[in-house]
């Protein structure tokens, strides 16, 4: 029942853990960067993920938030325009929930709650959608329209708790201590692959993205079936893995948060990085066989 | 299941995404009502939580407002705060309470140039014009001034002193001999920076900022104040002015201050410049009776 024991014999602790210590590297530097002004007095960063200026150079702005701004009639200043450009231009590159799984704190509460669930055997929980998502990211469109205020940010617990952290958290504890209960108890993955919308503003941009996890060696495939545990967005891997309807090896899927837990776990090294233009090769040479790993980055 | 099988598969598709799709937007659309209404409740801001300079109205700085917080990094005073979720203010906006810490009134305004969206009007260059709220001497009844005290803490304390806050002299009607000094806020000059709110030495302040909209009432639009239409027009619009007549007992004149006193004639009660001898009475101060 273990998961990823075949890997961890076959590639080592370190080796079957690699993407996912980066992700951990990644998701706490970041915050760090952030905590290193108001804890340290080292201001390399300001302000926090809905807009932040690094080294009083950079802006980086959320396009989500921008978006939302924009609908209630509001023309910000050029700087949050460029903000947005850079941002939207990385995850375009990148891969769009490469926010979900190397930025977004938030991530590191459901991952706990999700690993709490496993070591405490809950299974099953209310059905949700994975479309749901899609339906609160237009409420929330709607909601700036209609409102004329950025009414999502009263409730979006991804903000409140990186704001939180940076800023003084308040009562915003007992909204991620929901969270987590509600990921643990009631609905697994139910938050991150379920209803947050600012993942499934992010997953628009990933339905373009050029890097993406690709099953280059999908022949090697045992059907150990780990990595459709360790997945959070599991139903991505199926068409790329299995070659449904003639499909590529390239997980093209937009939900796919290129997390790399699916790399980590597979004791055959089925799955790597590569780029999403390595599938057309694929259709054209032979629709699921033998391939050659398209160029990782 | 079994039974549905005659059905044309499409048929039983097309009802299934429309099932769906309903149950989604209700489901989406209760979250979205209740979101909708506390947005509407959070659109009131409490009135101890002022907005830093340049902010937008109320309702557009919340469209425009990304709760960033880099206009609270930039304050040099580390005045500014952004609400959580507890506090009666929408969520991740910045706010300052002038009793706590109010705003020093820098000269380059960094927190409005830290702004990225412009929920601080880049607009606003000179600090001297922000309108971050309007002082109001509420309380009457403890302010040391209005009690014949020379407190005048709010006025020396004000950045824009003789100018936003003024000394206006009064008789001391306790006493009848005594001046009042009575703190008088002027709109057009308070910006709202709430110095005086926090400098107030009594226990609970009796002047406080408030926002403008609360603090500030409104004449009719059609209103016309008789004499400054008269300075327009360079004379009465009505009917010629008249000066009033007062029919005092003999031998007696009438000075202002003492009122009736023994003598000769009576002082001009109406400046020389004014019309022709009529009806309207001109009542000095000290007659008029209680506080003005």
């Not at chain 1, 891969?95 to 055997?121: H, I, K, Q, Y």
């Not at chain 1, 997390?259 to 004791?267: A, F, L, P, Y």
Request: glycine share 10%.
């Amino acid at each position: 029942m273990s998961t990823g024991v075949e890997a961890v014999a076959a590639k080592g602790w370190l080796g079957a853990h690699k993407w996912l210590l980066l992700r951990r590297a990644s998701q706490l530097g970041i915050l760090a960067l952030f905590l290193l002004g108001p804890l340290a007095g080292v201001w390399i960063v300001k302000g926090n993920l809905t807009f932040s200026y690094t080294l009083n150079f950079l802006p980086l702005t959320d396009p989500y938030i921008l978006l939302q701004s924009l609908l209630t009639r509001h023309l910000p200043e050029t700087k949050a325009f460029v903000g947005a450009a850079i941002v939207l231009a990385f995850y375009l590159l990148v891969g769009g929930r490469v926010f979900c799984s190397w930025v977004c704190p938030v991530n590191m509460v459901t991952d706990a709650a999700g690993w709490l669930r496993e070591r405490l055997g809950i299974k099953g929980g209310a059905h949700i959608s994975r479309r749901t998502r899609y339906w609160i990211l237009a409420m929330t469109l709607v909601l700036a329209l209609a409102t004329g205020t950025i009414a999502w940010e009263l409730a979006n617990p991804v903000s409140m708790f990186h704001r939180g952290l940076i800023f003084g958290m308040g009562a915003g504890w007992a909204v991620i201590l929901a969270l987590f209960l509600f990921e643990l108890f009631v609905s697994n993955d139910g938050w991150c692959g379920r209803l947050c919308p600012v993942g499934a503003f992010y997953s628009l941009l990933g339905k373009f993205s050029f890097v993406r996890v690709t099953a280059a060696k999908r022949a090697a495939c045992n059907d150990c079936m780990d990595c459709f545990v360790v997945c959070p967005e599991p139903q991505v891997i199926r068409p790329a893995l299995k070659g449904v309807d003639g499909a590529g090896p390239v997980i093209l899927a937009a939900n796919c948060t290129n997390c790399g837990r699916c790399i980590d776990v597979c004791s055959k090294e089925v799955f790597a990085f590569g780029t999403r233009f390595g599938n057309k090769v694929a259709k054209v040479s032979q629709p699921a066989g033998e391939m050659t790993p398209a160029a990782c980055k | 299941m079994e039974a549905d099988k005659p059905r044309k598969p499409a048929a039983q598709a097309r009802r299934q995404f429309l099932l769906d799709s309903a149950r989604m937007a209700c489901g989406v659309g209760l979250l979205g009502i209740g979101i909708g209404l506390y947005a509407k409740q959070a659109k009131a801001l409490p009135p101890l939580a002022l907005r830093p300079p340049g902010a937008l109205k109320e309702k557009d700085f919340l469209g425009a407002c990304v709760r960033c917080g880099l206009c609270v990094r930039d304050c040099p005073y580390d005045i500014l705060s952004l609400a959580t979720p507890d506090e009666p203010i929408s969520t991740g906006t910045p706010y300052f309470v002038a009793r706590q810490l109010p705003c020093e009134m820098c000269e380059d305004i960094p927190c409005v140039k830290a702004c990225p969206t412009g929920a601080l009007d880049h607009q606003l260059t000179d600090i001297g014009k922000a309108k971050m709220g309007l002082a109001v001497l509420v309380d009457q009844e403890n302010c040391l001034n209005f009690l014949g005290l020379r407190c005048d803490i709010c006025y020396r304390i004000c950045p824009l002193i003789d100018k936003a806050i003024t000394l206006e002299q009064q008789l001391n009607a306790r006493t009848g001999k005594h001046a009042l000094f009575i703190p008088v806020v002027h709109s057009d000059q308070c910006t709202g920076c709430g110095k005086c709110e926090k400098g107030c030495p009594l226990p609970v302040a009796a002047i406080k900022v408030y926002p403008t909209e609360l603090a500030k009432g409104e004449p009719g639009k059609h209103y016309r104040l008789g004499w400054v239409e008269k300075d327009k027009a360079g004379g009465s619009l009505v009917a010629p002015d008249v000066q009033h007549q007062y029919n005092l007992p003999e031998g007696m004149r009438y000075e202002s201050g003492k009122g009736l006193v023994p003598g000769g004639e009576a002082a001009p009660a109406v400046p020389p410049g004014s019309a022709a001898p009529g009806t309207q009475p001109v009542v000095p101060r000290a007659l008029q009776g209680g506080k003005l």
